[in-house]
């Protein structure tokens, strides 16, 4: 015992007694320390809690009430301690966790939830895209910059030197000096600026890359436009340097103009320069006709109109060259001038021809000196004087001409006004129509008048030589000139002027003196009425040059009666009792192509533009038919069937007449009928209608059964409507049926990709991305057409 | 007697200066063109034959595999660039411009089950049956120098597939697990698991980058976030899926491609059905890929075609197909909206174009209004029969076609046995189902 007491090493003992009492509940692994990032703990890793059997050996762990005692000594901590026992005494026992896929399943749901939320972020953006016109890839990313600019402050961290102090000091004395003595007002603070951009100025590698890169392009440039101004030095086309100069002109003038506006002293000097060049131009023989071209050309000019085309717009150019300096010269005579002017400008002056104006202009140079102004004076006054009087004496001649007319009229007349004092309500409506004869028969005096002078301009002039008939007045045109046939002419027309006159007081007292049926307003509209037809003329002027509305003049004469009848008419048909329901059918299949004629409403998309005059009209006749739905339809169905087989099952008399009959006598009557018999076309049996028994169905057997197989059977699907679907198919999108701008609108296409360039995917910025600005204009547009929402659209969404 | 005679004043129709345009007088007045309709007709009647005349997709075949291909990786940011894997472990990277590949190596034992490009597209990661993942540098190695991989994991699972993060420098395998790897870590971030055998294709969504979907064997699809401790969802079809797409462009919808011939458009929030169903192809559909606009995808499938769908039309816009083109494993559509690889068993990786008529090369601008023009008109007239029927018409291989006939048959029997039954039953005992409940079995929480 002594030896094992001896032996007896308390450290050692407790170990193994330690490890006895372990032996029961044994823990060989030990735990794990983790060294590196591991998101997945093994069960191995794992260790048991300590066992109840310890706890009780080791020293107590501290306790809630531990700390409580402890806190109940200081006065200061009393309050705190008293919560914690409040605290421990509410307590509640937790409840048991979950199984663990039920848990899991909530993380799961929670976790989708969130998911779902942020996906659905993006719901806007899609739809956007989605309904996007035009979809542009990559997707242009807006870069947004942030000026920080104001809140940059210049770094100011270096020292100077005592050098450079006294250095500055000296430049302020200096300076100072100066401005005292020589007066020099250079601003320091600019001094000082302009020095430090220079220092600043020092460049980063990549600038200096950029820079030299700008300049080798900058040499490009020239070495490129040196090149092509030497190849076009070269070139020897005429036209081309026609057109060249002319561009230049244009150019200049242009500069001119916007100079004008911004540097009036610049202008002048410009001014005074292109003055210089064009007296030079003037100097030169240019534009005289003198040169060699020109020599070359009067040759051809006897043949070629063309060529005398352009020799006389050469010799015009140099006559405007210059004519401008006359007009500068002085303005007195500009002013002489244009109080005489006037009024040959304004019956020479024809807004629709610009020729007319420079061809007198031609017409004066190519006769006379420019000196002889007061001659050429006398020349247009004499020559505006007869022209005067051959109006007088045309309107004349209409006159007594329509004088005849009115008394054959004159019955018809009073029939007319009975028929009007029973229909028309508006008299001033029924006035304004004469008047506007009035005004046309003016112009039209006005055009002849022209016609007629240009045909003189014509003769005087050198070149332009065209065959044009001269105008026939009275057949005595072609004897004398036409002085002549004015002086002739001018006392017969004043004679019968006052012949005319009188006789229109007459029938005018007689008007007054007639019964009076209707109204005053109605006296008043037959007088106007008596006017206008003592003055429309009735026969047929010559015109040369005829303006395109030509007919639209002789309508409204004719229209006279016409208007009077159809308003009679007008006024007849309201109290309709007797309709036609063929009328009213053919009437309905009008409305139906006017409608189709009615093109690009899908491009307006407008209602209100759509709802014009026509479809009131045929609102209107739409109640009509409404109001005879149950006339006899049927039998008006089955006339149209009948015609329809009778066209199909007529035959057809091939015999001419004359044509292999001999004449004389001799020749029967029965051969003649055997021939035509013979000559007889006979076409097949009567073929039956496929509708023949069948009394309420029409088929259209001459529909084409080729065109079928073209033609939609259904609505395709973003349209609901017929109606939707036709007008979009009506509506064309070529170039040659709807302008240029139109055009690149309907095509643009609906994606649009870069060649060469990665399409990334979306990235988030797309959510807090403001208004793409769009690039392109024909994008641009497209976004300002204000967006009506479409039943086709609605149908989409 | 009148004399007519026509002047015109020069000023209307000479041009002033030679930098002008001609003037072309028009008039629009459409009472003027009383043929407009019938004219634009014929025209799209036109632009339709055309577009069938030059429909010649074929751009060119990238030979050089000595096996299969069995997966592609598109470069991020190079269009030129892109690499795939075979069957027997080789790697091939491709200069598509120049039609070559410009390397390659064996990777590992076995098949190539996935290739990824990180971000910049600066590395590669390839992962094998070998259950390693390799990381190779994405520029070749210096002459003299052996391709050797820049870093190689060892799994402890099985590998898949892999599909890099969009925004982090995170990736995702998977195979037994799905697991998030950090690109810096030999160990993966997070293991996620689901009572799933095998998950063979994984996806990471582009757009919302931290959501990821797998195909499982138990014909399940699961969703993921990288963020999250647990899988989010899994939905149950009636086949195994293939492979998984999602749409670059709208961040929720992806697409599956199933094995009973369909693909399945899904949203996201909406699990229980899917928003369409992708006919046309006549055997599994192997592969999916959007195209960068997110407008159409493209399809491969182990009928030897491969079908270019809109994305929201249940019908196939196109099919592609040659005579030696076998079983089509993987396809890819190309950054720049253009050209379409498909990579099939029997070794060569084919280049298709997007559009089966677009005219490669320079287009002019006048050229490039005028197919504006036609493809305006063709949309316009789409529904008009005679337009319809060529723009539809294509030549199929002949065992397309007939498995195409038998498909039909056996659909049209089946419904006719349907609606005989439900003639027999009493009423409303036999349901209407649409087509697009038909294939969800269920959606797990």
Known sequence: ?797 | MKVKMISRNPDNYVRETKLQQHKMPRNYDPTLHPLEGPREYVRAMNATKLDRVFAKPFVCNLSGHRDGVSCFGKHPKQLSTMATGAYDGEVRIWDLANRISSRNFVAHDGFVRGIAYTRYGDRIFTVGDDKTIKVWKAEAPEIGQDEVPVNTILSKFGLHGISHNHKDNKFATCGEVCAIWDEKHNDPLKTLKWGVDTLHTISYNPVETSILACCASDRSIILYDQREAQPLRKVVLTMKSNKLAWNPMEAFNFTVANEDCNLYTFDTRKLQTPLKVHFDHVSAVTDVDYSPTGKEFVSASYDKTIRIYNAHHSHSRDIYHTKRMQHVVCVAWSLDNRYVFSGSDEMNVRMWKANASEKLGVIRPRERVNFNYQEALKQKYAAHPQIKRIARHRQVPRHVLNAQKKMRTVKEKEQVKEANVRKHSKKGKVPYVSEKKKHVLKEEV
């Not at chain 1, 060989?28 to 109840?52: G, N």
Request: proline share 4%.
């Open chain 1, 1 to 797: 015992m002594s030896d094992d007491e001896e032996h007896y090493e308390p450290r050692a003992h407790k170990k193994l007694l330690q490890a006895i009492g372990n032996l029961g509940k044994v823990q060989h692994i030990q735990k794990s320390t983790r060294d590196e990032l591991q998101s997945r703990q093994d069960e191995f890793q794992l260790m048991k809690s300590v066992s109840s059997a310890e706890t009780e050996r080791a020293p107590r762990s501290v306790g809630l009430n531990d700390l409580v005692e402890i806190l109940r000594t200081s006065s200061k901590h009393k309050d705190a301690g008293k919560k914690l026992k409040n605290v421990q005494g509410s307590r509640k026992v937790l409840a048991k966790p979950l199984e663990k896929p039920a848990a899991d399943r909530i993380r799961r749901t929670i976790g989708y939830e969130g998911v779902t939320k942020k996906l659905g972020r993006w719901d806007a953006v899609v739809a956007q895209q989605r309904s996007a016109e035009t979809q542009i890839f990559p997707l242009p990313s807006e870069t947004i910059y942030v000026n920080t600019s104001a809140k940059a402050r210049p770094l100011n961290t270096r020292i100077k030197s005592d050098l450079a102090k006294e250095l500055e000091a000296s430049n302020i004395k200096l300076r100072e000096l100066r401005k005292a003595q020589i007066g020099d007002t250079t601003d320091e603070k600019e001094l000082a600026k302009q020095e430090r951009q220079l220092l600043q100025k020092k460049l980063t590698r990549d600038e200096l890359f950029a820079r030299r890169k700008e300049l080798a392009y900058l040499k490009m440039r020239e070495s490129q436009k040196s090149a092509k101004a030497r190849m076009q030095n070269k070139i020897k086309s005429k036209k081309f340097h026609k057109l060249q100069k002319r561009q230049k002109i244009l150019e200049q003038m242009k500069e001119f103009e916007l100079l004008q506006k911004t540097n009036p002293e610049a202008a002048l000097e410009k001014l005074n320069e292109l003055e210089k060049s064009r007296v030079k131009e003037r100097a030169s023989l240019r534009h005289k006709n003198t040169g060699t071209w020109a020599k070359n050309l009067q040759v051809r000019a006897k043949y070629d109109k063309d060529v005398r085309k352009d020799l006389a717009e050469q010799l015009a150019v140099s006559r405007e060259l210059t004519q401008k300096k006359q007009e500068s010269d002085s303005e007195d005579e500009e002013t002489s001038k244009k109080r005489v002017a006037p009024e040959e400008e304004e019956i020479d002056y024809d807004p629709l021809n610009p020729w007319t104006k420079r061809k007198t202009v031609e017409n004066a140079e190519n006769g006379k000196a420019e000196t002889e102004d007061s001659n050429w004076r006398q020349y247009w006054t004499k020559r505006n004087r007869n022209e005067k009087l051959l109006e007088k004496h045309r309107r004349d001649m209409e006159e007594r001409e329509e004088e005849q007319d009115t008394k054959e009229q004159e019955q018809e007349e009073e029939e007319e006004q009975e028929a009007e004092d029973n229909a028309s309500k508006k008299p001033s409506a029924k006035a304004k129509p004469n008047k506007k004869i009035l005004k046309k028969s003016k112009v039209k005096i006005e055009n002849a008048k022209k016609s007629l002078k240009k045909s003189k301009v014509k003769i005087e002039n050198g070149w332009q030589v065209e065959e044009v008939e001269q105008i026939k007045l009275n057949g005595d045109s072609k004897t004398g000139s036409i002085d002549d046939i004015f002086e002739k002419h001018e006392d017969q027309l004043r004679a019968k002027l006052s012949k005319k006159l009188e006789k229109l007081k007459q029938r005018v007292d007689k008007l007054k003196d007639a019964p009076v049926k209707g109204k005053k307003t109605k006296k008043k509209d037959a007088l106007k009425n008596l006017k206008s037809l003592a003055l429309k003329k009735t026969k047929q002027q010559i015109e040369i040059d005829e303006p395109l509305n030509y007919e639209k003049e002789q309508e409204p004469q004719k229209k006279i009666p016409a208007q009077l009848e159809s308003s009679a008419e007008t006024t007849k048909s309201p109290p309709v009792d007797t309709i036609d329901p063929n009328k009213v059918t053919t009437l309905v299949f009008t409305q139906k192509k006017s409608s189709s004629s009615g093109i690009n409403d899908a491009l307006i998309d407008d209602e209100a533009a759509e709802y014009d005059e026509a479809d009131a009209a045929a609102e209107r006749q739409l109640t009509i038919s409404q109001a005879f739905e149950d006339d006899d339809i049927i039998a008006d169905f089955n006339r149209d069937k009948t015609k329809d087989s009778e066209l199909k099952n007529t035959e057809l008399q091939l015999a001419l007449p004359g044509w292999g009959s001999w004449a004389g006598a001799g020749i029967s009557q029965a051969v003649m009928e055997r021939r035509n018999k013979r000559l007889l076309l006979k076409l097949a049996a009567p073929e039956k209608r496929r509708d023949d028994n069948k009394d309420n169905l029409y088929l259209n057997e001459s529909a084409s059964k080729l065109a079928r197989e073209h033609m939609v059977s259904s609505i395709p699907f973003p349209f609901r409507s017929l109606a939707d679907y036709e007008a979009s198919i009506r509506a064309p999108i070529g170039r040659n049926f709807v302008p240029e701008t139109a055009f690149r609108m309907l095509t643009r296409p609906a994606v649009i990709t870069r060649k060469g360039q990665v399409i990334a995917p979306m990235t988030e910025s797309e959510l807090v991305k403001p208004d793409r600005r769009l690039r392109h204009i024909v994008d641009s547009r497209i976004k300002r057409i204000p967006k009506v929402p479409s039943k086709a659209k609605i149908a989409k969404n």
